[in-house]
């Protein structure tokens, strides 16, 4: 079965320093792994996905993420934060061998940006 | 760009009364999903549907019922309300099967239930 853990609820970071949001995950198979992003009162929006290429994602706005597997990892980062950065960032994982197209969401990670 | 619409914004509903909620998509996406969203538990999945008139359940199924008559429309349906049903409710879609084609969200309902 597949899971998603993000390891952090909230994380506060002061603007201009580095973000590092991290999410953990179990799979039997090689997953497909996301980031979203959800600003308040809005929908959910991709960051960036892994599909077993590259093991360095780029996604919108700066972010990338790194798919390690040997740490089962899939941690979030940016160098410099950005006020408009403040938002919700949920990890996510596809399900494999049975609902096709299906993801599993962690609980979300709320990023506070700091003047 | 893709384009997944919600009817409402903000909808509040009594004790009982049949709710529902509408979502269209506008890129012929086969997948349609809808999730609640709460603080602190993520998304889970109500029910989800691969194709016109088909339909399954997701995680959390109890108290809904779903209905595809077109492929572009997916609608959620509560069908006595009641105040544990209070959240906000996210309607999305994607292109074809497989664990890595990503999902477009709806902007969400915030559904209270008084």
């Known amino acids: 079965a597949q899971s998603v853990t993000q390891l952090d609820s909230h994380v506060s970071v002061s603007e201009g320093t580095p973000v590092l949001l991290r999410c953990n995950y179990s799979s039997s198979y090689s997953p497909s792994l996301f980031w979203y992003v959800q600003h308040p009162n809005k929908g959910l929006q991709l960051l960036l996905k892994y599909t077993s290429a590259a093991t360095l994602v780029k996604g919108i706005n700066g972010f990338e993420a790194e798919f390690k597997k040997s740490e089962t990892s899939f941690h979030l980062t940016k160098p410099s934060a950005h006020m408009s950065d403040a938002a919700e960032y949920f990890c996510?994982?596809?399900?494999?061998?049975?609902?096709?197209?299906?993801?599993?969401f962690g609980k979300g990670t709320k990023l506070s940006v700091k003047p | 760009d893709v384009k997944v619409t919600q009817s409402s914004r903000y909808l509040v509903k009594r004790t009982g009364e049949k709710v529902f909620l509408e979502c269209v998509q506008d890129?012929?996406?086969?997948?349609m999903f809808w999730y609640r969203q709460d603080p602190g538990l993520g998304l889970r999945l109500i029910y989800f549907s691969y194709d016109v008139k088909m339909k399954e359940k997701g995680d959390i199924p109890e108290g809904y019922s779903v209905s595809r008559e077109k492929k572009e429309r997916f609608s959620l349906i509560l069908e006595s309300a009641s105040t544990n049903q209070t959240s906000m409710y996210l309607c999305?879609?994607?292109?074809?099967?497989?664990?890595?084609?990503?999902?477009?969200f709806g902007p969400g309902t915030r559904l209270t239930v008084l």
């Open positions: 890129m012929d996406h086969e997948n």
């Open positions: 999305a879609s994607s292109f074809l099967r497989g664990g890595n084609n990503e999902q477009f």
């Open positions: 996510v994982v596809s399900v494999r061998g049975g609902s096709q197209g299906n993801l599993i």
